[in-house]
């Protein structure tokens, strides 16, 4: 998670909303480090889930990153929640909750519904009192521009 | 919505699930034409409409396609339906309904959530039985297989 958080680090200090995401593969060896680039890349799917499972999924080539572990310092939203579940994500480590924009624990509980055919086990809450830091101080930042 | 059946047809020659989109601009021009590539990009977010977001931001170079149309063959499921609200397109018009993965009037029902910031004009329905007859009759040959 401190390898998720470094990433959360650099996506501020690039101006993006700093959030930061690692792929650990079922040995234990970190596969790919990613962080939002929304604006960098003018794509709003680039969240820094979606660009890890690509890129983990290019280094692996497959479509499936089967035991494979996610950790990322924020709630996933709606959207990379779908994407972990259709990457077969075995475990989800998360930090601060979402309470605005979740996906999993809040709003649509990607999870939890009939349509969600693989759901990983979700482990919340760690690393969250750094993760929300981030995330508070950007902001408030952001708003004094 | 004939452009985005090319390309669900052309999707499925390649083995892909045949599903296609089109964002046509403000103006009623064509951006983009994109066809489900989850297997040929080893990637689980290469769904069709996915790619024509991406597609369609990196041709208007922004992040936002407001004021923007999306026209898909099948019900996004909460992955895109996600990524279509981030994108703020403005109207959805798609083919079949998806009971089983869809996240439009299905499922988690993306846009009707309160942590869905944009929910665009969402028209269901159209060319739903061309649409319908192309996913069955790709199932129905793959089972066969």
């Known amino acids: 998670m401190s390898l998720a958080l470094d990433e959360a680090r650099a996506a501020a200090e690039r101006g993006e909303v700093p ?24 794509d709003p799917t680039a969240h820094a889930e979606i660009l ?19 950790y990322v310092t924020l709630e996933p939203c709606p959207m990379c929640a779908a994407a972990i ?21 809040h709003g649509p509980r ?4 009939q349509t969600c055919h693989h759901a990983p086990e979700v482990y919340p809450g760690l690393a ?10 950007f902001f408030a930042a952001k708003r004094e521009q």
Not at 55 to 62: D, G, I, P, Y
Not at 110 to 113: A, H, M, V
């Open 19 to 42: 959030v930061g995401a690692v792929i650990v593969s079922a040995s234990g060896d970190v596969l790919v480090l990613a962080g939002n680039r929304t604006r960098e890349l003018n």
């Open 52 to 70: 890890a499972i690509r890129a983990a999924c290019s280094v692996l080539e497959t479509e499936r990153l089967v035991d494979c572990d996610l």
């Open 85 to 105: 579940s259709f990457a077969r994500i075995r475990r989800l480590y998360y930090g601060a909750g979402d309470p605005k924009s979740g996906g999993v624990e």
């Open 110 to 113: 990607i999870f939890s519904q």
């Open 128 to 137: 969250e009192p750094e993760s929300a830091a981030l995330l508070k101080s």
